[in-house]
């Protein structure tokens, strides 16, 4: 996913990296008094928020740095999520190198600020570090992705958005550009042949050009870009042909997040908490980071608290449903959770995630528990087993911003607290 930059480690990967308790932004005394000293100081106008180890502290704190637009949790009553606390710190996980450690060290190795496993809908483990906190919102990165990918399978549930259209029916302004001739289901299963790398240690990949659209980063002082999502969107040239194979670009979101936009009527925003938060029984209002005409991310911005996006998890975990009551088309889960083409997935090149595919914005792992996730750069997740009726989802700011550098550790991790939970 994208949102903000890689940080500078990413392309220094030989030094060895400060651990999560040598970067902890509380034992470092980041953005601590009043005013904080100038060298403890975090802004986004200079830059200092998107460096690492700052990001410990910003990725916590987004609404403090950039402009955002609210999703109300509505007036509801707030869904419980009860508890039956287990200790899953000692729980043995081997990684994908073949290392044995604990549930407790792999926390740590991948720089969590906040983990929450529910399993049959009540709270096993909750842990938070760092700025994690059970009120605070953190930003989700591409988990966001998901988000938009399940409001447009609402949408097609609905009959208010037709996959098989062209793009075009919905967002003409597209008609010159690289989705002129694309379905919306390529779109949504992110199978575009588009002119858009998505490489983080390359500082003239078109993944930077898209946060400075969108008001990610700082512009420099002769920055002659485009300062909307609209405008970035609209000059994007195709690169290949449609339907060609999986290939994972920030873009294809944020177009489809205009596409849904047109199809509601309603800002991201706006439908995300009608057709969600406000019946989640959220107990938080969530955020978006938008550009600079108030547009939301819809490829990264979304920002929740640690325990509404476990809410979010266990309701699609519940195909849709929420205390019992359907809140979402069963239908729109279950063509999620079929998951996409596995030969399109082979081509996209993920050598650690041998048998997935990728289907309406969620990555379909197809192991022997059904899997399938929500992920986001430095760590995001929600990961949803079916078989072992168990949700995680994890907030972290992990040095580098792959997800290769945390799924050696993750996946496993996952597949090992899912185990043990069933025994």
């Given amino acids: 996913m ?26 470092l005394g980041m953005m601590q008094g009043f005013p904080p000293p ?37 007036e509801g009553p707030v869904t419980p999520l009860p508890r039956a606390e287990r200790d899953l710190g000692n729980v043995a996980i081997t990684t994908m190198d073949g290392k044995a450690i604990t549930f407790n060290d792999a926390l740590q190795l991948t720089y969590t600020d906040g983990i929450l496993v ?23 990165f591409s988990v966001t ?28 302004e597209l008609k010159d550009s690289a989705y002129g001739d694309a379905t919306v289901r390529q779109v949504m299963d992110m199978t575009i042949g588009v002119k858009f790398s998505e490489n983080y240690s390359d500082p003239q990949a078109e993944v930077y050009d898209y946060a400075r659209a969108g008001g990610m980063v700082p512009l420099t002082p002769n920055y002659q870009g485009p300062r909307t999502f609209f405008d970035f969107l ?14 994972y670009k920030t873009a294809n979101a944020e177009v489809l997040a205009w596409i849904v936009k047109r199809a509601s009527g309603l ?49 699609m975990r519940n195909k849709g449903k929420v205390s019992g009551k359907q809140v979402i088309p069963a239908s729109a889960v279950a063509d999620i959770e079929k998951g996409g083409r596995k030969e399109d997935f082979e081509k ?19 192991n022997e528990h059904n899997a399938y996730t929500a992920r986001g750069i430095y760590g995001q997740s929600i990961y949803i ?28 991790m996952y597949m090992a607290v899912a185990k043990t939970l069933m025994k």
């Fill in 234 to 247: 609209v000059k994007l040239k195709k690169d290949g042909e449609h339907g060609n194979g999986f290939f």
């Fill in 348 to 366: 996209a090149g993920y050598s650690l995630l041998k048998g997935w595919s990728y289907r309406d914005m969620w990555w379909i792992t197809h």
């Fill in 38 to 74: 100038p060298d403890k100081t975090i802004r986004f106008i200079d830059g200092s928020s998107l460096k690492f180890p700052n990001t410990r502290w910003a990725f916590s704190h987004i609404r403090e740095l950039v402009p955002t637009a609210n999703v109300s949790r509505g």
């Fill in 145 to 172: 992705k998901s988000f938009v990918g399940t409001l447009a399978a609402i949408l097609a549930a609905d009959g208010k958005l037709d996959p098989a259209a062209a793009v075009t029916k919905y967002v003409p």
């Fill in 2 to 27: 994208t949102l903000l930059p890689s940080t500078e480690l990413d392309a220094q990967t030989a030094q060895p990296l400060p651990t999560a308790a040598q970067s902890d932004p509380k034992t």
């Fill in 385 to 412: 087993d079916p078989k072992a009726e168990m949700v995680v989802v994890r907030y972290a700011s992990h040095p580098m911003a792959a997800n290769a550098a945390n799924d050696p550790v993750s996946l496993p």
């Fill in 267 to 315: 800002s991201m925003a706006e439908l995300l908490s009608q057709r969600v938060w406000s019946k989640l029984g959220a107990e938080h209002d969530a955020y978006f980071m938008v550009d600079s005409i108030g547009t939301e991310s819809g490829g990264g911005g979304l920002n929740t608290t640690l325990r509404d996006l476990a809410r979010f998890g266990e309701m």
């Fill in 118 to 140: 529910l399993h049959k809908g009540k709270v096993v483990y909750e842990k938070y570090f760092g700025e994690g906190s059970v009120q605070r919102p953190h930003v989700a």
